[in-house]
């Protein structure tokens, strides 16, 4: 890192300048994202490794002891250097906020002085030996026999500099109250159901062939997911404006299907080089918060962009070296495979999550074999389609008629970028985007889709010069029935529930009348079921859910509100596990779990602690995902996943009832 990039950061252009590295950021965001989900053994990866322990002072104040013996030719800035616009060398973060720092962190060590190129020859202390770092903390609430923190420092020599880099500690707390940490339930075998019925609970050892075919059918039903679809419009609109003949066209969809592939088998890589990783992985990445409010804000830029205001391409250099040998973007075509992969992972993460879980205790090599399907499902029907814009190209010109198309798909980018701003909403708790509100934003977006349509208004001026055809017209019609068929959502009536949109609003319990809770299941602790069950006698039923799960919304919605499935539903206590829940667990129940395979995974978070408790327990990633058991934690039968079949959903509630009968005679 140089001086120049410490004082400028990124070049100050206009908004178009950044438009067009949209591809560029969804690549790096990616991988930072990849990265830091890893593993958590992998984020302490630096020069330095440190040593951490505690010493009580008071009952509830401890002082945090750091120590590194330091690092050949490396030096660590001292606690107290300040780079500017309040920057310190050293932080310390924890997740609890009944926990607070007493006092600024002291060093102690062989300290020297330097003078920094990089920050105009300032002197700065530092420390090239050994060093000591102490924290006074101080806590407001329970004191826990566990704490789990983040310590964040920076080092460098000569022109070289490393802010804040992480290391992720966890400490016992002399006299701290932990609490009950169970994740592995011993009693449950998914070999061994009280009773056979339901889909299999585990995934058992396949060949390379047989987990390839697996990740195909994999890749066929991500082609059907909300998350994908809308992809193709953007592919139209790159593959239209691709220069060249119908054979030069035909040969980039091929190539775009090829980079399909390519990206899905690179995303086995880590596994190769890192080793095992949380399974949970995919499903982290695909309900991060941010990463939905990125990909929000990008489906807003594409619908923009359909609407005519300005073109979303590769910044000039890259396209024009790209461009160098035959006039092709080969580097074009591979950014645009690489954001229909990432854009389509919000629904595409639980079937991979599913492949890898199914696959991690196999190696890395049966999991590129899952994956080399996936992609091949995936792209192929998408490489085939690219191929379709060309032939557009080569027919006579009819108009403003492709202007009209994109500004439609403007419209329905639109349309489906709120699903991604309510992905973050629900995960994070923000209560912004309520369920009505969901609705109304759609009604006013379809009538202002209807009002374009019918020619009302434009965008540019060679449209205004276009009639409405008749088959536009009719169009609009269609367009109009659907805003009217959605405002029964705004209301707080038995019409509101619309099931054939479940999935893309928010649950119905999300919204501006009702509390944002679940109004199947007011338990979401398994151990505060377990208690009820046993109290009561009674069997329980555990909803792995996820607050971004689209058929999750769609069983609660379409299928439980079924009078024989709610009447046998009431024969359970049900808990509802979210594994995408963002809220921060109290520090006296964060731990790190060590996990069968051995890895170690930290868990702070209420999600990382119900998906540690999905994937160790029943071999399962994906949402949602519904076990039985017994008071005394044994499975009755085996669990299932989405079943939008309410018959065999309620013969398979009723075999959980028997297999409980049995016990009970027992």
Wanted: glycine content about 8%; overall charge positive; aromatic content about 14%.
């Amino acid at each position: 890192m140089n001086r120049s990039d410490m004082k400028s950061g990124f070049p100050v252009r206009g908004a178009r300048s950044y438009l067009k590295r949209i591809p560029i950021l969804f690549m790096v965001m990616f991988v930072c994202l990849l990265v830091a989900n890893a593993s958590v053994s992998a984020q302490d990866s630096s020069r330095f490794r440190w040593e951490v322990r505690s010493e009580k002072k008071s009952s509830d104040t401890y002082v945090l002891h750091f120590h590194t013996e330091g690092s050949a030719g490396w030096q660590i800035y001292a606690p107290a250097s300040d780079f500017g616009d309040g920057v310190k060398a050293v932080v310390v973060h924890f997740t609890d906020s009944n926990l607070m720092l007493e006092r600024s962190i002291e060093a102690n060590g062989e300290a020297k002085k330097i003078h920094s190129s990089i920050f105009d020859h300032r002197e700065f202390t530092v420390f090239e030996k050994s060093i000591d770092l102490t924290a006074e903390i101080r806590f407001t609430g329970k004191v826990p026999g566990h704490l789990l923190g983040t310590l964040q420092y920076t080092y460098g020599k000569g022109n070289e500099f490393y802010p804040l880099e992480s290391f992720s500690f966890s400490v016992d707390l002399d006299g701290g109250a932990s609490m009950n940490q169970r994740i592995l339930i011993p009693t449950i075998d998914l070999n061994k159901p009280i009773q056979e019925c339901g889909s299999s609970g585990t995934v058992k050892s396949k060949g390379l062939l047989a987990i390839f075919l697996l990740g195909f059918l994999g890749g066929l039903l991500a082609l059907l997911t909300p998350c994908v679809f809308p992809m193709i419009p953007l592919t139209v609109s790159f593959f239209t404006k691709r220069p060249g003949g119908e054979q030069k066209g035909g040969g980039q969809a091929v190539l775009y299907g090829l980079f399909i592939f390519l990206i899905y088998i690179a995303f086995s890589i880590p596994f190769h080089v890192l080793g095992r990783v949380s399974p949970t992985i995919y499903n982290d990445i695909s309900t991060n918060v941010w990463l939905n409010i990125f990909f929000f804000m990008i489906f807003v830029v594409f619908a923009i962009s359909f609407f005519g205001y300005f073109e979303i391409t590769l910044p000039s250099g890259l396209a024009n070296r790209a461009s160098a040998q035959n006039g092709t973007s080969l580097l074009g075509v591979f950014f645009m495979a690489l954001t229909l992969a990432i854009v389509s992972f919000s629904c595409t993460g639980p079937i991979l999550g599913t492949l890898l879980v199914g696959t991690a205790s196999g190696g890395a090599w049966p999991l590129s074999a899952g994956l080399a399907g996936f992609g091949i499902a995936l792209g192929l029907p998408f490489a085939l389609f690219a191929m379709f814009p060309n032939w557009l190209q080569s027919l006579p010109k009819s108009g403003g008629w492709l202007h009209t198309v994109k500004v439609v798909l403007g419209f329905v980018e639109l349309a489906l970028a709120l699903k991604f701003f309510s992905n973050a909403d629900l995960v994070a708790h923000w209560g912004i985007l309520k369920r009505e509100l969901f609705f109304a934003l759609w009604v006013i977006i379809s009538l202002a889709l209807f009002a374009f349509l019918m020619g009302w208004f434009h965008f540019g001026q060679a449209e205004k010069e276009l009639k409405a055809s008749p088959f536009r017209k009719w169009f609009a019609m269609f367009v109009l029935l659907f805003a009217i068929f959605l405002i029964p959502g705004v209301t707080n009536t038995r019409y509101a529930n619309i099931g054939w949109v479940s999935g893309f609003p928010p649950p119905a319990c999300y919204s501006l009348y009702r509390a944002p809770v679940n109004c199947k299941a007011p338990l979401n602790d398994y151990e505060l079921a377990l208690e009820v069950a046993r109290r009561e006698h009674r069997p329980i039923m555990i909803d792995f859910t996820g607050w971004a799960c689209v058929n999750c919304r769609k069983m609660e919605e379409n299928i439980w509100t079924r009078k024989e499935i709610s009447e046998l539903m009431n024969k359970y206590v049900l808990v509802s596990l979210y594994v995408d829940d963002k809220m921060q667990l109290p520090a006296s129940a964060q731990f790190i779990y060590t996990a069968k395979d051995g890895s170690r995974r930290r868990v702070s978070t209420v999600g990382e602690k119900w998906s540690n408790f999905q994937t160790e327990n029943f071999n399962a990633s994906s949402q949602p995902w519904y076990v039985l058991l017994s008071p005394d934690e044994h499975l009755l039968n085996s669990p299932i996943g989405y079943t939008p079949d309410a018959g065999q959903y309620a013969a398979w509630l009723r075999c959980g009832l028997e297999a409980f009968e049995r016990t009970a005679v027992k």
